[in-house]
């Protein structure tokens, strides 16, 4: 598995299993062994974070929200399958204020100020909550 801890001023460390980008640190190390500055959130004022089993999102003070890792399953919510070894924002959330994200094993969730719950990735089983 992988880490990832806020710090009071909004910075991200990760730590642990990286081998599909997970944590986010973008070199293709296997494993981060010691916890590790995330250089693509800096400035971004975090105030949320969620792991998945191979994925991780960011949410940060203004409402965006970041994905990065293995997408297969299309859990980063770009629109594909493609992964990402380095923090990216969504598109499909711009117009969104979102306060909280929430990460499955394949699947990912996001809690907007409107009180909309947006979910995207692995749905076989449900987890999505869409009713198919």
Known sequence: G????VSEDGAVFAWGWN???QCGVGDGREAVLNPEM???????????IACGAAHS???????????????????LGFGDLSSSPVPRQIPGLS???VQGVA??????????????????????????????
């Open 2 to 5: 992988h880490c990832l801890v």
């Open 38 to 48: 995330l250089g693509g959130l800096l400035g971004k004022s975090i105030r949320g």
């Open 19 to 21: 081998s599909k980008g």
């Open 57 to 75: 999102l960011a949410v940060t003070a203004r409402g965006e929200v970041l994905a990065w890792g293995l997408g297969g399953s299309g859990q």
């Open 95 to 97: 117009s969104e204020v």
């Open 103 to 132: 990460c499955g094993f394949g699947h990912s969730l996001a809690l907007a100020s409107s009180g909309a719950v947006f979910s995207w990735g692995w749905n076989r089983d449900g987890q999505l909550g869409l009713g198919d």
